[in-house]
């Protein structure tokens, strides 16, 4: 049994940052390719960042390239989503995922064999 649990989410202004935190436990966290997805209200979930095992092999969608940043801390089994410079289009419930098969991130939300909960994000205009 792997559980991830999201925190750090909240209500900032555009232009504001948050950091968003996702915890593992269960597993070998070190094994797993990670990644960041978001949802907003009435859209589909979409991919936001991956990163690798070794945190050496990073994607980030267009949408947020030059803005957020995922890194992972393999002592702390715990991934991380610096978010900067955050825009009213980036509102939406984040969650983090776990892959075990890949050695480096895929895009597609089948990849990921386990999910957080979520954690919601609101950017004021």
């Known amino acids: 049994q792997v559980q991830l649990v999201e925190s750090g989410g909240g209500l900032v202004q555009a232009g504001g940052s948050l950091r968003l935190s996702c915890a593992a436990s269960g597993g070998t966290f070190s094994t797993y390719t990670m990644a960041w997805f978001r949802q907003a209200p009435g859209k589909e979930r979409e991919f936001v960042a991956s990163?690798?095992?070794?945190?050496?092999?990073?994607d980030y969608t267009d949408t947020v390239k030059g803005r957020f940043t995922i890194s992972r801390d393999n002592a702390k089994n715990t991934v991380y989503l610096q978010m900067n410079s955050l825009k009213p289009e980036d509102t939406a419930v984040y969650y983090c995922?776990?892959?075990?098969?890949?050695?480096?991130?895929?895009?597609?939300?089948?990849?990921?064999?386990?999910w957080g909960q979520g954690t919601q994000v609101t950017v004021s205009s």
């Open positions: 990163i690798s095992r070794r945190g050496i092999i990073t």
């Open positions: 995922a776990a892959d075990r098969a890949n050695a480096f991130g895929s895009r597609a939300e089948t990849s990921y064999d386990y």
